[in-house]
């Protein structure tokens, strides 16, 4: 959870009143006896229960609309698919390996026309052949790439299905489970004067070629508004 005024980190602190002790979170920047010249951020701070209440809340309302999730992954995929450079790259080769067979059809018809020496097709033709062993086996390696970034592309429809197990389950959870599922869940939190703002992310390992773990946010548009700030009300949105 971090500060949108001055990017500080958010720590839990707490209260006594003359019935119970109250939790909240406050801005480390916010906190004057840690810095020489006072404190760096005005920002105020914010109960836990109602934050903590807040941010539930949306995730289960995320874990009902499966179908957002699965929208957001398949305009990822896709756009991931377009911005590929292994794609480009096999375009470039294709382009060059037909090419390159044409010249190589084009030798053979002239030793075939008597327009070309046996001795002239013996010295041109192993350079070609070579060039063309390369881009295959590059070809190749390409397509392999390609198949592994298509199991990537099913294990996050696989998503879809856990969200929905996940959403039978969430009012059985403990506190250790829902914090595991809001670290799965949540990128971070930013808490503004008036706005709090949770970006999500879904992990996938192996979600990519060459990158251990990559992360896919989601940014929604709805708006939705509670009274989170200790003493006070903000607007949260997800992002």
Known sequence: MVCQNCGYAF?????????????????LGSEGYRYENGRKCDNRPIRQDYLDELVWNHIIELLGNPQLVSQE??????????????NRRKEKLTKEHKKLQKSIDKLLDAYQEHLLPLSELRKRMPQLRKRQATLDAE????????????????????????????????DKLSIEDKQKVLRLLVKDIFVGYETIIINHCIKLKG???GVKEKSWLLRGEGNFSNHCQYGTGRNARND
């Open 11 to 27: 720590s839990r602190k707490s209260t006594r009143t003359s019935k119970r002790k109250i939790y909240y979170y406050r801005c």
């Open 73 to 86: 992954i398949d305009k990822r995929v896709k756009q991931a698919a377009d911005e590929n450079p292994l």
């Open 139 to 170: 070809l190749k390696s390409l397509q392999a790439k390609a198949i592994y970034s298509q199991h990537s592309s099913e294990a996050f429809h696989n998503m879809e299905n856990f969200l929905r197990q996940l959403k039978l389950n969430a």
């Open 207 to 209: 979600g990519s070629v």
